[in-house]
C-alpha cells in the first residue's frame, strides 16, 4: 500500500502556540512511511523555503478564480447545502462575499500538486499547512479502510472543547453530511481523482467551494459513500491552547506564557458550564 500525504494551500501557520514546522512534525508523526508533498502558491516561496530547506515543493501562480463559486446557476447545483450555504455566504456582506470567492483555490491546488507526482499511489491524504492534529489520533484505521473498502474517510473538528473526541457525521441518506465533504484532512483512493474533469468544471464555472467541491469531485464521481467525522484535526487558528502541549512540564519548556492562556481557556469553561445547568 503506497500512501502520499499531499499539503498544499497557504504556507502559513495562525497560531503562536505553534508553527508550520510544529504542524508539519506532528503530520508526519501521524503518517510514518508515507512520501510527503507540498505546494504552495509563488508568493510563499520564501516562507516555504526558509522553514523548509531540504524539501521539495511545487510553486503556483496563484489563479485569477473568473466566477463566483457560490453564485452558480442552480440547474449546475450538486450538494443539497449549496442553496443554505449561499445565503449565510450573502447574509455576511461584501467582505464574506469577497472572501469566499476564493474557496475554489483549495481543490486547484490539490489538484495540480497531484499532477505532479512522481509515482503512483493506493491512499492519497489531502491536508493544508495550517493544521494541527490531536496527539491521541489514530489515522491509520482509516487509510487502512480507504485502500480495503474504496472509501473516503474525512475528518475535521467543528467543537473546541471536544477536539479530543471523535464523532461521525450523518452521512446517511437525506443527512447533514451526504453531500458535504469536511475538508480538512480527506483519506481517498488515489484512483478516485479525475484531474481532468477539475480542470473542466473549473473552466465551465462549475465547480463548487470548499466542501462541497470536495464532494462534487471525489465523492459523486465515484458514487461513494464517504464516511466524514468531528474531531481530532483542525486548522491551528481554532485549537485551544491546551492541545498543543503534553502537559505542564511541555508548556514551561515550549512556551511559559501559555500557561495564563489555558487557565483562562479553563475558567470560561467551566463558567460556561455553570451557566447551562441554570
Not at 471523535?166 to 453531500?179: I, P, Q, V
Not at 478516485?192 to 466542501?211: C, G, I, M, Q, T
Amino acid at each position: 500500500m503506497k500512501v502520499a500525504v499531499c499539503v498544499s494551500g497557504q504556507c502559513v501557520s495562525n497560531n503562536k502556540n505553534t508553527s508550520i514546522l510544529r504542524n508539519n512534525s506532528r503530520l508526519r508523526e501521524h503518517f510514518v512511511g508515507a512520501d510527503f508533498y507540498y505546494a504552495t502558491w509563488d508568493s510563499f516561496r520564501n516562507i516555504f523555503e526558509q522553514n523548509f530547506p531540504d524539501q521539495q515543493c511545487f510553486f503556483f501562480k496563484e489563479p485569477e478564480i473568473n466566477y463566483h463559486p457560490y453564485a452558480i446557476p442552480q440547474k449546475y447545483w450538486e450538494s443539497d447545502r449549496y442553496g443554505k450555504t449561499k445565503d449565510f455566504i450573502t447574509a455576511g456582506g461584501d467582505k464574506l462575499w469577497d472572501w469566499s470567492r476564493n474557496h475554489t483555490k483549495q481543490l486547484l491546488i490539490h489538484a495540480w500538486l497531484c499532477k505532479n507526482l512522481p509515482h503512483e499511489y493506493d491512499v492519497i491524504v489531502r491536508t493544508r499547512f495550517d493544521v494541527w492534529i490531536h496527539k491521541k489520533a489514530d489515522l491509520m484505521p482509516f487509510i487502512v479502510d480507504t485502500y480495503r473498502n474504496n472509501r473516503i474517510n474525512a475528518i475535521t473538528a467543528t467543537k473546541k472543547k471536544s477536539f479530543a473526541e471523535l464523532k461521525a457525521f450523518d452521512t446517511s441518506e437525506g443527512g447533514t453530511h451526504r453531500e458535504w465533504l469536511v475538508d480538512q484532512l480527506i483519506i481517498y483512493p488515489a484512483k478516485f481523482l479525475n484531474l481532468d474533469y477539475v480542470d473542466y468544471l473549473n473552466d465551465s464555472k462549475r465547480l463548487h467551494p470548499a466542501e462541497m467541491g470536495w464532494f462534487q469531485i471525489l465523492s459523486k464521481p465515484n458514487k461513494s459513500m464517504h464516511k466524514s467525522y468531528d474531531g481530532w484535526v483542525n486548522h491551528d487558528k481554532n485549537i485551544l491552547t491546551r492541545d498543543f502541549y503534553d502537559g505542564l512540564l511541555d508548556v514551561l519548556f515550549r512556551r511559559p506564557l501559555a500557561l495564563i492562556s489555558i487557565i483562562k481557556e479553563n475558567l470560561i469553561n467551566v463558567y460556561g458550564d455553570i451557566r447551562n445547568k441554570f
